[in-house]
């Protein structure tokens, strides 16, 4: 079955400094990786997915992660945080579970940004 | 072009009472989904539908449930509620496609925030 870990709960950055938010995953099949974003109150929105094309996937808001097949790892980053950037942000792995294929979340990392 | 819109965005019950969430998405979307959100948890699937007129457990599937009379609509129903189903609750839906469901993202909703006192 297929599996997100999501290491850290909270991150908190200096606006300006670089954003790393950790994943990693457990596939038995090539996976396909989301990183999605919550912003207060609101629904999940797609940043970026892989779907074994390039392993550098660039999203939206200029985040982008990339996918490393020997660490398992699907890390998001983005050089220089804004203080938009504040929000809870979601790994998932798109997997065949019960034989249907279904997305599997991770607990999410919510990130703060400070002034 | 809406998305995905789900009604009622807030609802406060009494134990035992009953309601129906109601999804709605007009992209033509064949799978629709219905997850809960809680607090460390991240979203956990309640049950999910992969075109109209059929439907299948998730994760999490006890004390609710699902119909899909129509593509477009997707509705989650509680006959008893209970204090364990306060939480967030998302719809979402994505493409089938040839390359599978999992290839397409999944579109949400803006949720429904349930408590249960």
């Known amino acids: 079955a297929q599996s997100v870990t999501q290491l850290g709960s909270h991150v908190s950055v200096s606006e300006g400094a670089l954003v790393l938010l950790r994943c990693n995953y457990s596939s038995s099949v090539p996976p396909y990786l989301f990183w999605y974003v919550q912003y207060p109150n609101q629904g999940l929105q797609l940043l970026l997915k892989y779907t074994s094309a390039a392993t550098l996937v660039k999203g939206i808001n200029g985040f982008e992660a990339e996918f490393k097949k020997s660490e398992t790892s699907f890390h998001l980053t983005k050089p220089s945080a804004h203080m938009s950037d504040a929000a809870e942000y979601f790994c998932?792995?798109?997997?065949?579970?019960?034989?249907?294929?279904?997305?599997?979340f991770g607990k999410g990392t919510k990130l703060t940004v400070n002034p | 072009n809406a998305g995905v819109t789900q009604t009622p965005k807030f609802r406060v019950l009494k134990t035992g009472q009953s309601m129906t969430l109601l999804c709605a998405q007009d992209m033509n979307h064949e799978y629709m989904y219905w997850y809960r959100q809680d607090p460390g948890m991240g979203l956990r699937l309640i049950h999910y539908s992969v075109g109209e007129g059929t439907t299948a457990k998730g994760e999490v599937p006890d004390g609710y449930n699902v119909s899909r009379l129509k593509k477009q609509n997707f509705l989650l129903g509680l006959e008893s509620a209970a204090p364990s189903q306060t939480s967030v609750y998302f719809c979402?839906?994505?493409?089938?496609?040839?390359?599978?469901?999992?290839?397409?993202?999944?579109?949400f909703g803006p949720g429904t925030r349930l408590t249960v006192t």
């Open positions: 998932a792995v798109s997997g065949l579970q019960g034989g249907s294929e279904k997305l599997v």
């Open positions: 979402a839906s994505s493409l089938q496609g040839r390359a599978g469901p999992r290839f397409y993202e999944q579109y």
